[in-house]
């Protein structure tokens, strides 16, 4: 039990570092170093208040504490022997850990559409997701700021990539990571994609902050975390997305 205890406070530790690393230096590079530079960028033209960013932080603090408890649960438990993680590098070549990360990117893209269009119905928003809404004008120190019984499905997907794909711990990690930093960018508040973004086909594949940055302002429509697929599959893609990303990246450009 102590083991598990001293596994679950360094997991907490390391989960923290990651969250007020990734979104503590975006916060600062963007809205405090690079603040003139891209004011042309900022998504929402409302000044960011200081009492919702402490909200967002306490918030943030509490998801940490259930990610690391379901963490604790995958890897230092009986559950362990019967998911596909493996702690032998050896046992699958090496390309496998950036294929794994990529599966797992568009696994949990798929489990958070559905999940989150369900935290929308209105006999369960008001109990969970109304929490995460509450960020109007999102920011970096958004990206983990949930309700504590929200909190708990979004960690469950790491419970869920256990039982079908065989995940080595930097896989996990690198998941997480990479999860993360995606999540920050979607709620960064301002747009930071190059002018040449919008000519390619992935704009057509991936989401934006523009993208994200409406759902937190109109409440509805653009579910998706990762891609657009099932946005524009389900038909729940705000209409006048495009629109709403050209006329920010033509301020930004100047229509050059």
Not at 92 to 103: K, M
């Amino acid at each position: 039990m102590d083991d598990i205890i001293e596994s679950l406070i360094y997991i907490l530790g390391l989960t923290l570092i990651r969250y007020f690393a990734i979104a503590g230096i975006a916060f600062v590079l963007i809205y405090y170093g690079l603040s003139r530079a891209l004011a042309k960028s900022k998504i929402q033209s409302r000044v960011l208040k200081k009492k919702v960013i402490f909200k967002e932080i306490l918030h943030s603090s509490q998801s940490a504490v259930v990610f690391s408890v379901i963490s604790i649960l995958i890897l230092y438990t009986p559950l362990k022997q019967y998911t596909f993680v493996y702690d032998n590098i050896d046992d699958y070549p090496l390309w496998w850990i950036i294929i794994s990360v990529a599966l797992s990117l568009v696994i949990h893209d798929t489990y958070f559409y559905w999940m989150h269009r369900l935290l929308h119905h209105k006999k369960i928003y008001r109990h969970t997701h109304v929490i995460h809404h509450k960020s109007t004008n999102p920011s970096p120190w958004s990206s983990y700021s949930f309700h504590v019984l929200e909190a708990i499905p979004e960690g469950l997907i790491l419970l869920v990539l256990v039982f079908i794909l065989p995940l080595h711990i930097i896989s996990i990690s690198l998941f997480t990571v990479v999860g993360l930093m995606i999540n920050v960018y979607g709620h960064l508040g301002y747009e930071i994609a190059p002018k040449s973004f919008r000519k390619t086909k992935l704009f057509n594949i991936v989401n934006t902050s523009v993208h994200h940055n409406m759902h937190h302002s109109r409440f509805i429509g653009n579910y998706g975390l990762y891609f657009r697929f099932w946005d524009k599959m389900m038909k729940t893609e705000i209409p006048d997305y495009e629109k709403q990303y050209d006329l920010i990246q033509s301020k930004r450009f100047n229509n050059d």
